[in-house]
């Protein structure tokens, strides 16, 4: 027995005899390695790409931007909802700007994004709620003066 290079299993060994019909490619045809799998040794871990890097970690404050800007709309009823939307529309706009000077090493747009516009609504639906409340309380003053 003679030791040789064995590429189904990505190491040196002792040769072994194989069944040539079934190892055995038809005339002209080559194989190709599988996706994720290098062409001779063990397969590349799970989640790992086969070539390049993964995406950009996301900016630190994209997830605080994404939560202030729900808990803006969830609460808007009660009326703090449109002060933590103030907090995420000048929050989302800081860390946007900052992603954008990142050139692509920062990721998290579309979490920051969600939350920044999350915020404006919150902030435009309380100045709405205000000028309402006011405009009764201008229509109930001239009505109960006349």
Known sequence: MSNQWDPNQGQWGPSQPQNPTYHQQPYGQTSYPQYGQQQYGQPQPYGQPPYGFGPPPDHPQATTVLVLGIVSVVLLCGGIGGIIGIVAWVLGK???????????????????MVGYVLGIVSTCLMVLGILIYIGIGIAVTVSSST
């Open 94 to 112: 800081k860390t946007l700007n900052e992603i954008d000077a990142s050139g692509g090493t920062v990721g998290g747009r579309s979490n920051v």
